[in-house]
């Protein structure tokens, strides 16, 4: 097994490890660590020849857990999902491609336990374009001045479902999906569990309220935080190559996919979450 950075401020590839193996109790200690150290990490030539052989392999990182909605779910499977460019909202008979995660956010951040981490596993990928980008948000809040961290450390937002400021749709909701996943009140500064390092959350996707403010200030620190997240130093965009398993920590990162490439062409994955805590007011 060998580690080398990616190519940029954050992340590493590992290379020489087999997930279809189940991994001893001390690899996966090792691999733990350089994921919660690193934020995104990416195993490069994985090949499964079935779904389960995915899912077992992402049992060697975590705990499996489905997603809210039901809709892309790969047949079969509860906690797999297709990603395609090539899906439309089958709900609501909209033909146009869904842009599925074409904004920055961090998964599922409206439960009181989001997911941990998100795995992605390349099966067809174009050669150019079709990223998936990430923001560092260990980097973003060290970088903040000392005001702005005192103004927003033991605060909280609310995470909507679909916040009224989102920049674009999400699938509609069944009834009973709707119930479970109504919104919460989430730190706006965030420690991390296994790190103890002060971490941004946000989601441009779902806050919808920063506690104590009224609307305006709410959305204007808001603003204000999610410009300061855009700059390149807290940014990595991860270039796929099939067979790439990718997993990065929804508790310290944004992310996006990028929709820059010929829509003809396939960009097909499944897709994994990993159970999680509730997040922890850093103080
Ligand atoms: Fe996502």
């Not at 941990?116 to 596993?121: D, G, I």
């Not at 033991?154 to 400021?165: E, K, P």
Request: aromatic content about 8%; proline content about 6%.
């Amino acid at each position: 097994m060998e580690k080398k950075p990616l190519d940029g401020p954050f992340g590493v590839e590992i290379s020489g490890l087999n997930l279809t193996q189940k991994l001893d109790a001390a690899t996966r200690a090792h691999v733990n660590s350089a994921f919660v150290d690193n934020v995104v990490l990416c195993f490069r030539g994985q090949s499964f020849k079935t779904p389960d052989e995915f899912l077992h392999a992402v049992e060697n990182l975590g705990r499996p857990m489905p997603p809210v909605t039901a809709t892309y779910r790969l047949p079969g499977y509860e906690a797999i999902e297709e990603l395609t460019n090539q899906a439309t909202d089958k709900r609501t008979g909209d033909d146009l491609p869904l842009k599925r995660g074409g904004s920055w956010h961090t998964d599922h951040s409206n439960l009181a336990c989001p997911p941990k981490a998100t795995v992605l596993y390349a099966i067809e990928v174009p050669e150019l374009g079709g990223n998936t980008e990430f923001t560092n948000l260990y980097l973003a809040y060290d970088a903040l001045d000392d005001n702005t961290k005192q103004r927003i450390r033991g605060r909280r937002a609310f995470h909507a479902y679909l916040s009224r400021r989102a920049p674009r749709k999400l699938l509609t909701r069944t009834k009973a999906e709707e119930e479970g996943s109504s919104g919460c009140w989430q730190p706006l500064v965030r420690e991390h569990p296994e790190t103890g390092r002060a971490a941004l959350y946000l989601n441009p996707m779902r806050c919808d309220a920063v506690e104590g403010l009224d609307e305006a200030e709410g959305d204007a620190l808001l603003d204000t935080l999610y410009a300061h997240c855009e700059q390149p130093q807290f940014q990595y965009s991860h270039r796929w190559r099939p067979g790439d398993v990718l997993i990065w920590d929804n508790r310290c990162a944004l992310h996006q996919a990028t929709f820059d490439f010929d829509r003809h062409k396939l960009r097909y994955l499944h897709r994994i979450m990993l159970r999680g805590d509730a997040p922890r007011l850093a103080i």
